[in-house]
């Protein structure tokens, strides 16, 4: 977001707060063993339900009752494939990712990441407009 002093220049650019969680996804990922004997519809199962825990913040949990709208075409062979090969394992309510929590950040280091950054950010800006009055107090 740019703030402006006048028509022809912006005064200062306010910085944004990373708000989005992002999926750590090694580049061999798809060359592992487990994930590379999956099928195609398996994969996509996965890559989605990896994707999900991602945006959701649910530390590699997925619910039961949301993993046949992880993908347009879902089938329960899919699952059993992932269960099979041990890439995700059955827990209460739902299924827990392997190791989703050693390659990615959990809930709590979100929520605390998007706090101090609020925080920075806030203080960033009382700075920015304190400099902003000065200048416009000549």
């Not at 990896?50 to 945006?55: Q, S, V």
């Not at 979100?110 to 203080?123: F, G, Q």
Request: hydrophobic content about 40%; aromatic content about 12%.
């Amino acid at each position: 977001m740019r703030v402006w002093a006048s028509d022809e220049a912006p005064l200062f650019d306010v910085p944004e707060v990373s708000r989005v969680p992002y999926l750590n996804l090694d580049d061999q990922y798809a060359d592992h063993p487990k994930v590379d004997a999956l099928s195609d519809g398996a994969f996509r199962l996965q890559t989605s339900g990896l994707c999900y825990a991602a945006r959701k913040l649910t530390d590699g949990f997925v619910e039961e009752s949301r993993v046949h709208r992880l993908m347009p075409v879902y089938k329960p062979k899919y699952l059993a494939e992932l269960l099979d090969a041990g890439v995700w394992i059955e827990v209460v309510g739902g299924f827990q990712i392997h190791d989703y929590l050693d390659w990615n950040k959990s809930r709590a280091w979100w929520l605390e990441h998007r706090e101090k950054e609020a925080k920075r950010i806030a203080a960033w800006r009382a700075k920015q407009q304190a400099a902003l009055a000065r200048l416009q107090q000549g």
